[in-house]
Antibody
């Protein structure tokens, strides 16, 4: 069965960095694009970033562009989100999600991880 | 960026009620729209994709319709397990965006 397990969250000071990981299993990771989506406490969902199945295309929300970098290692079945210059408003639960369609770029997520909490605070 | 506006933001309904949630896009997105259900402390669950296609395993009381700029999610007969927050998401172009959510509570 498909499993996505995020890790790497924690408490970080403003201006700091953190790298999130999402370990995937139960499907051919190298054939599916992946999303990061976040949710601030008590707020709605915010799409953060997407990476194509082969890593050739990446897209970012305006709110994180230039500060966050999405990447993947298909040999390790792992998705990453490098977060730099963190701000208080980046505090959220971060979810990784698998794209619905093999090789698709414009689909939503059919499987999601349980999320990892990032808290940016001094 | 494409903005999505859901209405209502909050809905109070009873078990057995027919419920309709609307999602309006700031520009045309064809049928590139998905609907999710989220319960407290849980990850979102995909209900509908391509505006009207029911995701595998989702009960048939859920349905989606619309294209262009106006979309609806309908629950034909609300069940106790359906009390949750519902989000639409546009998949037409990047950056992808979500609606602000509709919380469905028990009347």
């Amino acid at each position: 069965q498909v499993q996505l397990v995020e890790s790497g969250g924690g408490v970080v000071q403003p201006g700091g960095s953190l790298r999130l990981s999402c370990a995937a299993s139960g499907f051919t990771f190298s054939s599916y694009g992946m999303h990061w989506v976040r949710q601030a406490p008590g707020k709605g969902l915010e799409w953060v970033a997407f990476i194509r199945y082969d890593g050739s295309n990446k897209y970012y929300a305006d709110s994180v562009k230039g500060r966050f970098t999405i990447s993947r290692d298909n040999s390790k079945n792992t998705l990453y989100l490098q977060m730099n210059s963190l701000r208080a408003e980046d505090t959220a639960v971060y979810y990784c999600a698998k794209v619905l369609v093999r090789y698709g770029d414009y689909e939503g997520g059919d499987y999601w991880g349980q999320g990892t909490l990032v808290t940016v605070s001094s | 960026d494409i903005q999505l506006t859901q209405s209502p933001s909050f809905l109070s309904a009873s078990v057995g009620d027919r419920v309709t949630i609307t999602c309006r896009a700031s520009q045309g997105i064809s049928s590139y729209l998905a609907w999710y259900q989220q319960k407290p402390g849980k990850a979102p669950k995909l209900l509908i994709y391509a505006a009207s296609t029911l995701q595998s395993g989702v009960p048939s009381r859920f349905s989606g319709s619309g294209s262009g700029t106006e979309f609806t999610l309908t629950i034909s007969s609300l069940q106790p397990e359906d009390f949750a927050t519902y989000y639409c998401q546009q998949l037409n172009s990047y950056p992808q965006t979500f609606g602000q959510g509709t919380k469905v509570e028990i009347k």
